[in-house]
């Protein structure tokens, strides 16, 4: 669908001030079209979409521009003042929830607030220490500790 439309990437203005630019209107309905082709030829079921919302333009844009001008927004501003950052956080995103389900699990037990804020340190875990590799994706390394079990 972009490629019909003239565009060799899909790839909307999200740090522009103005979202009714033609660039980024011309994106906006290749993004409705799409996702109405997907969700009428069912490809959207397991998530329950509402098909009477797909036919209601207004809805759909809202929707888009949202998502676009907001969330994409955020993450552009952040990524263009700090490179690198938004896979910085896609990496550790994991380790925060392993780190909050522990501190949720400590918490339930009833242990101490200062090994509920140890547990809640990311350095803390190292079950969770992240190595990069030259030849491929990164992989997370699982160090044993003494007394623990080697499950």
């Not at 069912?42 to 844009?61: A, I, T, W």
């Not at 949720?104 to 590799?133: C, W, Y």
């Amino acid at each position: 669908t972009v490629a019909i439309h003239g565009l060799s990437h899909w790839a909307p203005d999200v740090l522009s001030s103005d979202p009714d630019s033609m660039y980024n209107l011309l994106h906006e309905y290749i993004a409705y079209l799409t996702f109405k082709q997907a969700t009428i030829a069912y490809g959207y079921s397991h998530m329950g979409v509402n098909l009477e919302f797909v036919e209601k333009f207004g809805v759909m844009r809202k929707f888009y521009r949202s998502f676009v001008f907001s969330y994409m927004h955020k993450n552009a501003k952040l990524e263009a003042k700090s490179p690198g950052s938004m896979l910085k956080a896609k990496q550790m995103t994991p380790i925060w929830k392993r780190c909050g389900e522990v501190r949720n699990l400590f918490m339930a037990q009833g242990f101490k607030p200062r090994v509920i804020a140890l547990a809640s340190e990311n350095k803390a875990h190292s079950d969770d220490e992240f190595t990069e590799k030259a030849d491929g994706p990164g992989v997370y390394l699982i160090k044993s500790k003494e007394g623990r079990s080697q499950k």
